[in-house]
Nanobody, 123 residues
Framework: QVQLVESGGGLVQAGDSLRLSCAAS????????MGWFRQAPGKEREFVAT????????YYGDSVKGRFTISRDNAKATVYLQMNTLKPEDTAVYYC????????????????WGQGTQVTVST
């Protein structure tokens, strides 16, 4: 497992952009696929994006496709989520997650999670 710490959340207006970061501990970051999930009050945790260990493959949830971009810097052991054209329905706690090797879109497929960072989008 790896330890994950998210940052970059905050309160923004609709249409704004925000970049989340997730810093990982450990020397094997480059062998982990990384994912971003989000959870709004009263809703289940939702898949947002995932990226392969080398960064060559990315996948997105339908609700964020074309607006969000996941990327990683293995030298810094950090994964990012660039969020553009934010909408009020993007309001949620955003979680970073890690799993060995293959990308995945289900929460149960990840074995390491961060504590989450709040993103609030106002109208």
């Amino acid at each position: 497992q790896v330890q994950l710490v998210e940052s970059g959340g905050g309160l923004v207006q609709a249409g704004d952009s925000l970049r989340l970061s997730c810093a990982a501990s450990g020397r094997t970051f480059s062998s982990y696929a990384m994912g971003w999930f989000r959870q709004a009050p009263g809703k289940e945790r939702e898949f947002v994006a995932t990226i392969s260990p080398a960064g060559g493959r990315t996948y997105y949830g339908d609700s964020v496709k074309g607006r969000f971009t996941i990327s990683r810097d293995n030298a810094k052991a950090t994964v990012y989520l660039q969020m553009n054209t934010l909408k009020p329905e993007d309001t949620a706690v955003y979680y970073c997650a890690a799993r060995p090797w293959a990308t995945a879109t289900k929460t149960y497929e990840y074995d390491s999670w961060g504590q989450g960072t709040q993103v609030t989008v106002s109208t």
